[in-house]
């Protein structure tokens, strides 16, 4: 398959976006890939091997995969996965540049896919990864923030928009908690983590 690239006009000519109402550490990125790339990344993600979501013992509605490393939340701990594979590889080059950091430092990938009506609970990634950079794909989705506060959660919340992308990092990281309520369509996102050293 043909290499897919980032659309590297978008990604350098636009400015990162963090909206004073969202989190600390908390960057947001329209137009992260261009249609034509969102497309040919949709055709090649439909042929992967996708699961359904595991957590002790029980079945999410979404489905995941995972290259580098992939959790496993059944026994917490991570096990080796698949290489990178290559047609993610000008993604990770684009995402890797958001977060300010070299492309190799992005070892783990996990991409979720959501049929409609599939949803993601509240949570925090795990506390072995640190930065998290996520690609929507396809379909717009609501991204919740949450963060307890001695009078109660501090919320906040935007729309993800198709070919958009996000970076955790700071408060936005290690503070706050985030979920997606179900779909409306397919949808499918690919997360980029690096290593806490």
């Not at 949709?42 to 995969?65: I, N, S």
């Not at 977060?99 to 996990?110: I, R």
Request: proline share 9%.
């Amino acid at each position: 398959m043909a290499k897919t690239p980032a659309h590297q006009a978008s990604l350098f000519d636009l400015p990162p976006v963090a909206p004073a109402h969202l989190p600390d550490g908390f960057v947001y990125r329209r137009e992260f890939v261009d249609a034509e790339a969102e497309a040919a990344l949709a055709a090649w993600l439909g042929t992967l091997p996708f699961r359904a979501f595991e957590f002790r013992g029980y079945e999410g509605r979404r489905q995941v995969v995972s290259f580098g490393w992939q959790y496993d939340f059944n026994r917490s701990h991570l096990l080796k996965a698949d290489d990178i594979p290559g047609e993610l590889l000008p993604l990770r080059a684009a995402a890797a540049a958001l977060a300010g950091h070299a492309p190799a430092d992005l070892q783990q990938v996990l991409i979720n896919k959501y049929e409609p009506g599939a949803p993601i609970g509240w949570h925090r990634d795990r506390p072995v990864f640190a930065e998290v950079v996520g690609i929507s794909l396809l379909a717009p989705c609501v991204f919740r923030l949450r963060r307890r506060t001695p009078a109660g959660f501090e919320r906040a919340s935007l729309t993800l928009e198709p070919r958009s992308a996000y970076l955790l990092s700071g408060a936005a990281r290690t503070e706050w908690e985030h979920s997606i309520p179900p779909v409306g369509q397919l949808r499918y996102s690919i997360t980029f983590r690096n290593f806490r050293s």
